[in-house]
Structures are given as structure tokens and as C-alpha cells.
């Protein structure tokens, strides 16, 4: 198993920054990938962002694309999601995953509400 807490959210103005951050703890080194995904009220929930473990590639959906960056820190088990030119469009619940041995979304963490106003 593997436990995800997420950390970091809250209010911003639009135009501003945020970074949400994921510790990850267990099995850790089954994981793969490591996600970020948001669930906007009465949408479903949506890919943002990922990191390949190994290589360091990441990936981000085309509407953060120059606006958010992944990093992270091995030696904390944590990945963080900097978020900056902040839209209103933006605002979700922002979840943090980890694959498993198969490389597939297996752990999820309980989820960090960011909220940008217009």
C-alpha cells in the first residue's frame, strides 16, 4: 500500500500561485508515476499533471501547459505541483495518485481544495 497526503491548498486571487504538495509513504517503491488530478463541482474529475519516477519526464494537460511545474524532493517521498497564473477555472479539488506495480492510478490521496477568484 501506498498513503498520499496532500497539502498546500486554499484561496488565491486570480493571476496568483499556489503549490500544493504530496508525501508519499509505504510501498513506495512500487510506484511508477506519480498524478496530479482535479475535480471541479459537478465535473468529473480530470488529468493535470504527472511524473515518471524514474526518468523525470512529466506531463501536463494543455490548459496548465507553462503556468504549472512538477518537482519533487526523493529524499521526502514528495512531489509538488507549482501553480502559478492562477485562473478561476482552475478552482477543484486537487487529488494526488500513484500508480501501482502495473503502472495504472491505484492511490489516491484525500484531496486539497484550491480556490482562485475572479
Known amino acids: 500500500q501506498v498513503q498520499l497526503v496532500e497539502s498546500g491548498g486554499g484561496l488565491v486571487q486570480a493571476g496568483g500561485s499556489l503549490r500544493v504538495s504530496c508525501v508519499a509513504s509505504?510501498?513506495?517503491?512500487?510506484?511508477?508515476?506519480m498524478g496530479w488530478f482535479r475535480q471541479a463541482p459537478g465535473k468529473e474529475r480530470e488529468f493535470v499533471a504527472s511524473?515518471?519516477?524514474?526518468?523525470?519526464?512529466?506531463y501536463y494537460r494543455n490548459s496548465v501547459k507553462g503556468r504549472f511545474t512538477l518537482s519533487r524532493d526523493d529524499a521526502k517521498n514528495t512531489v509538488f505541483l507549482q501553480m502559478n497564473s492562477l485562473k478561476p477555472e482552475d478552482t477543484a479539488v486537487y487529488y494526488c495518485?500513484?500508480?501501482?506495480?502495473?503502472?495504472?492510478?491505484?492511490?489516491w490521496g484525500q484531496g486539497t481544495q484550491v480556490t482562485v477568484s475572479s
Open positions: 509505504g510501498r513506495t517503491f512500487t510506484t511508477y508515476t
Open positions: 495518485a500513484a500508480t501501482d506495480e502495473y503502472n495504472r492510478y491505484r492511490y
Open positions: 511524473i515518471e519516477l524514474s526518468g523525470g519526464s512529466t
